[in-house]
């Protein structure tokens, strides 16, 4: 059994930065997979980024590609989503989930956490 709790959210406004994080409990949760999603107002869930569970890979949306960096550290069973130069458009409430699987597949995450909401002001 895995848990996670995001936090880290907040007002910025654009061209900011938020760091998130994504810190977890259980013992088994540094062989598991974590990815970041995203739901804005109206809006279908989203994939944001991903790391894989050795933290050799990583993954990006289109959107988010060279302003967002995933990172995790294990000793601290914390994932870290930093995000520069935020937009409006990224206005969502994010959530970080884990998976034992592969971490591009969002139906393949077995645990979620609550999320946390960001909002970019213009």
């Known amino acids: 059994q895995v848990q996670l709790v995001e936090s880290g959210g907040g007002l910025v406004q654009a061209g900011g930065s938020l760091r998130l994080s994504c810190a977890a409990s259980g013992r088994t949760f540094s062989t598991y997979g974590v990815g970041w999603f995203r739901q804005g107002p109206g809006k279908d869930r989203e994939f944001v980024a991903a790391i894989n569970w050795s933290a050799t890979m990583t993954y990006y949306a289109d959107s988010v590609k060279g302003r967002f960096t995933i990172s995790r550290d294990k000793t601290k069973n914390t994932v870290f989503l930093q995000m520069n130069n935020l937009k409006p458009e990224d206005t969502a409430v994010y959530y970080c989930?884990?998976?034992?699987?592969?971490?591009?597949?969002?139906?393949?995450?077995?645990?979620w956490g609550q999320g946390t909401q960001v909002t970019v002001s213009s």
């Open positions: 989930a884990a998976t034992s699987g592969r971490v591009t597949r969002a139906r393949e995450y077995d645990y």
